[in-house]
């Protein structure tokens, strides 16, 4: 695993990003060639690459297709799950490259479109190679590069949710041989089953070779085996705790392994001074521009919202900010002006017969959130952050959630980490798994972190198709 942006990126996906941005170049760089091999004999190649744009105008290409295939959730997973699938989206990708072409061409600016022969032949080398390097890679390039060989230290339930993980996503690049407890069982679990007792580790790892022992065990100070952990330790193994190891895996914090002693004393739970201040810093300035730049699109949604049903534009509401202190936070209206008179506070559900139609696409493309950017100007909210809840829930959620009350240290956002990486969910265990990626993002809050959840939520808006 890798942490880019803050965010754990498996070493395969990273692999595959860099060798499928170098293959799409080459093809294009064939294309390029053939052009001056059997279309224009004159070209000379070598010149228009380095003396004529040609380098640019490749690179530019290369950039709208790997754009694509990150919106068409090319890059969600390593593995391929159908080749026809996968060579149609590289139609459609390709598609959008040629259209940004013909703007180039339609504004007049020819120092930034490819070759028309260059970009035809780069195109049809790039559809033959993409999906079978794609397809070759999932199946013997992820073989070759080998996985990270983990053995669990207990049997605990965090230890059995990262290995059931890994088991089923194998992209992470990392591998389950077993574990070691004390528990008297043959019963197969996530991954493997138990290879010996905890007395037996040192035997166990010179047989399974681990690289990493992952330590999960509900009485660690009376069943830990120091002795034989260091005296491994000193062999070039390494042990890591199950919270870490989880974080890695699943991108949030899990609220199971966190102790106050642990809290207290760690070094990098909560947002430092230095982040906290940047984070205020860029924020109100890309607000104001994003307000500018949204402003047809706010006023075409405020005039279907008016003229569709009555009622105010924009609905305003009470929810909990930093430090808990509460603020009215706007929206443009979704629902019918009456939607809680018979309900009282709920929160909203797929499919709620309170939304209003032209609000079913308000919400689909998050459309309805603008008009926060106003409560960014007030410095109320942030662009990304947790999202802020009603009084009435966080009441609620403080009392059923440990730890809950501490998604406030930070301002809530427009968007967030949990939105990026969660479905909408409506209950107390939809609640606890948002606030584990809120603490993630907390813990891990940079401004590279901000700029990959708002590049994502560009895609979420656009392509998912759902509201949270």
């Known amino acids: 695993m890798r942490q880019l942006f803050r965010a754990y990126i498996p070493a395969s996906l990273v692999g595959l990003i860099l060798s499928e941005i170098l293959l799409i170049f080459l093809s294009y760089l064939a294309g390029l060639w053939m052009v001056g091999r059997f279309v224009n004999p004159e070209l000379d190649v070598t010149a228009f690459i380095l ?17 694509g295939m990150y919106f068409q959730n090319l890059y969600t997973t390593v593995r391929v799950k159908s080749s ?11 598609g959008l490259a040629f259209l940004v072409q013909a703007f180039f061409a339609y504004i007049r600016r020819p120092e930034w479109s490819l070759l028309r022969w260059a970009m035809i032949f780069g195109s049809v080398i790039t559809l033959v190679v993409a999906p079978s390097w794609r397809v070759f890679y999932g199946r013997v390039i992820l073989r070759v590069i080998g996985f990270q060989r983990l053995l669990f230290l207990g049997v605990a339930q965090v230890n059995q949710e990262i290995a059931a993980h890994l088991t089923a996503c194998p992209e992470i690049g990392m591998s389950v041989l077993g574990y ?13 089953v138990i290879l010996g007792r905890v007395s037996d580790l040192t035997t166990v790892a010179r047989v399974v070779k681990p690289d990493l022992i992952v330590v999960g065990m509900a009485e660690r100070r009376s069943e830990l085996p120091l002795s034989e952990m260091l005296h491994l330790r000193f062999a070039g193994v390494r042990f890591e705790e199950a919270a870490v ?23 990098d739970l909560g947002p430092s001074k230095g982040s906290v201040f940047w984070h205020s810093f860029y924020t109100i ?10 402003a047809p699109v706010m006023l075409v949604v405020a005039i279907a919202v008016k003229l569709t049903s009555p009622g ?10 930093l430090n808990g202190v509460p603020f009215t936070v706007l929206k443009f209206r979704s629902m019918y002006s009456d939607a809680e008179a018979r ?7 797929k499919g709620d017969p309170r939304i209003t139609a032209p609000g079913k696409w308000i919400r689909r493309f998050r459309l309805d959130e603008l008009p926060q950017l106003l409560n960014v100007l007030r410095n109320e909210m942030a662009l990304v952050g947790p999202r802020p809840e009603r009084p009435g829930f966080v009441e609620a959620l403080i009392e059923k959630i440990p730890y809950y009350n501490y998604r406030h240290c930070v301002k809530p956002g427009i968007t967030g980490w949990a939105q990026i990486n969660y ?34 939520t560009m895609k979420v808006m656009f392509f998912s198709g759902t509201a949270q």
């Open 312 to 321: 105010p534009v924009l609905h305003r509401q009470v929810r909990v900010g």
């Open 51 to 67: 003396d004529e744009g040609g380098l640019r105008q490749i690179a530019i290409v290369v950039g709208c297709l790997v754009a």
């Open 423 to 456: 479905k909408y969910g409506d209950t107390t265990e939809d609640a606890i798994m948002k606030l584990e990626y809120d603490l993630y993002y907390i813990k891990n809050l940079a401004v590279s972190l901000d700029l990959y959840i708002i590049f994502h």
């Open 180 to 192: 070691i407890d004390d528990t008297e069982s043959d019963d197969e679990l996530p991954g493997g």
């Open 285 to 294: 300035p890309i607000a104001a521009m994003l307000l500018i730049l949204f």
């Open 84 to 94: 026809v699938l996968v060579f149609q989206q590289m139609c459609l990708v390709i």
């Open 245 to 267: 190891t989880f974080e890695a895996a699943f991108g949030r914090v899990s609220i199971t392994q966190m102790r106050p002693s642990r809290l207290i004393f760690s070094s």
């Open 343 to 349: 309900t009282g506070p709920v929160w909203a559900s």
